[in-house]
């Protein structure tokens, strides 16, 4: 069976790979082309979402089983400074893929990984979230993901092809990019360690609440659906449990023996942001048998040490 990672040089790519890998998949996967890939030992094509000659050589190179679409503008923050470029990518992109699949008269199953941000403002009551809650998406990139979702679902109907929607929540660990959250109170806590940030760390909102998964146990959550999921659906894929934002920074710096001030930075703000968001996953566990197994605790731990280790190379090399 051959998987095709869309978008593996990333951050969840590279954790999918190798559980993939080790789920008896032969893994390929593309990437854009300044993009660089480590420790990966497969075919790695360079490819380009807004370029469907691109695509159409990949998918007739490798006639893939499977299709995991990751490629995306995956920040909310990003997403307010740059929307075009995110709609670009993110709606564009994915019709670009779903047409060449069509054009090439393939039929692999196609798993389209979509946000929880495509649920937007929750009432209360609707938590945890279920899949055929109403959505109302308020910012860009929830709108380009809701509108994938759409989509999907549109092409898996109208032209039958093999397409699950998947809506992931949050999620974490050692090398996510220092624009989320967690990475990048962990990467300010390890420089602040190291001399290289005074002892000051600057945070956003505080308040909000999110819904926050280990990315080793989300691509085992992916895996498992790209063999039990059903065709058409969409699926939550998220812990089940909502944490603060606050609650994740008190853990970061219980972690650590230095005196660390915490500073409000209203730059970290966003326009709007979610107050709260947990997923239901009772659709995902009754298809997959899933259920996370890394605590929050191990994965913060994990992540702190992973950027330690990041600030005493950096250090080495200069
Ligand atoms: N990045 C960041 N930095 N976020 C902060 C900070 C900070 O210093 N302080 C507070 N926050 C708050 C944000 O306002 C938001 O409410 C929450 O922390 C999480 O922010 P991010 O980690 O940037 O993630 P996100 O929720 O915007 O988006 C992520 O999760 C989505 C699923 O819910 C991304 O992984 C998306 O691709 C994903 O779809």
Known sequence: MKALIIGGAGFVGGY??????????????????????????????????????????????VLPDCIFHLAAQSSVAVSWKQPATT???????????????????????LLLIGSSEEYGLIKKEDLPVKEDNQT???N???????????????????????????????????????????????RQVAKIENGQQKPVI??????????????RDVVRAYSLLSKTGKSGETYNVGSGQSISIQEILDQILALTVVPIQVQIDKNKFRPVDMPEIEADIHKLTKTTGWIPQISLKQTIQD????????????????
């Open 202 to 215: 600057f945070v956003g909102n505080l308040s909000a609440k999110r819904d926050f998964t280990d990315v």
């Open 303 to 318: 992540t702190l040490e992973y950027w330690r280790r990041d600030c005493r190379n950096a250090r080495q090399k200069l």
């Open 140 to 186: 860009i990139y929830a709108v380009t993901k809701l509108c994938q979702n759409i989509i999907g679902t549109i092409y898996a109907q109208a032209y039958k092809m093999d397409i699950l929607n998947i809506r992931a929540f949050n999620h974490l660990g050692p090398k996510q990019a220092e624009t989320f959250v967690t990475a990048d109170f962990c």
């Open 16 to 61: 999918l790979a190798e559980r993939l890998k080790q789920d008896g998949y032969d893994v390929i996967i593309t990437k854009t082309e300044k993009e660089q890939v480590k420790g990966f030992d497969g075919k790695v094509y360079n490819m380009d979402l807004l370029v469907p000659e691109q695509i159409h050589f990949v998918l007739k190179n």
């Open 136 to 138: 109302s998406p308020n």
């Open 87 to 109: 709609v670009d990518i993110n709606i564009k992109g994915t019709i670009h893929l779903l047409d060449a699949v069509r054009d090439l008269k393939i039929n692999p199953r």
